[in-house]
């Protein structure tokens, strides 16, 4: 699970006031990409595995990712106990990646805090064929 910073909106999310996160500059160039993405024919899809019942960043991070889906992003959710059924967990590891186009894949890596230390490219063969395993594993675990 990733650190979060306990900033005001996390705050309101976790006090019952949600606040509209499109107040974020940063946060509305996010989805004017993933509008840009989508509108030209590209796809953006992602699965989140999740504790059950989910964290409070989990449910902020579903919350949020609202915004995604309406800006065109595919947004599957499992549980890790669904996920280790399938055999995505433990094999995938506790690292969390974005496969780029079947052909690129970013990995990142945590601390034992959930605080995000390092971000790498990795185009070698074995590793993509590692990710679009646990990819496909992923949407196994996904409920139909």
Do not use: C
Not at 110 to 124: E, I, Y
Request: glycine share 6%; proline share 4%.
């Amino acid at each position: 699970m990733y650190a979060v910073d306990l900033d005001e909106h996390y705050e309101a999310f976790i006090a019952d006031r949600m606040e509209d996160p499109t107040g974020d500059p940063a946060f509305v160039d996010w989805l004017e990409y993933v509008s840009a993405l989508t509108a030209a024919g590209r796809r953006m899809e992602r699965v989140r595995v999740q504790h059950d019942p989910p964290s409070d960043y989990h449910r902020y991070a579903r919350w949020v990712g609202g915004w995604n889906v309406k800006a065109g992003e595919v947004i599957h959710y499992t549980t890790r106990d669904r996920a280790a059924e399938v055999g995505l967990l433990p094999a995938a590891g506790a690292d969390d990646w974005w496969l780029l186009d079947d052909a690129r894949l970013v990995v990142m890596e945590f601390d034992a805090a959930g605080v995000l230390t390092r971000m790498h490219l990795v185009t070698d063969d074995a590793s993509l064929a590692r990710a679009r395993a646990h990819w496909e594993l992923a949407l196994r675990a996904v409920p139909s």
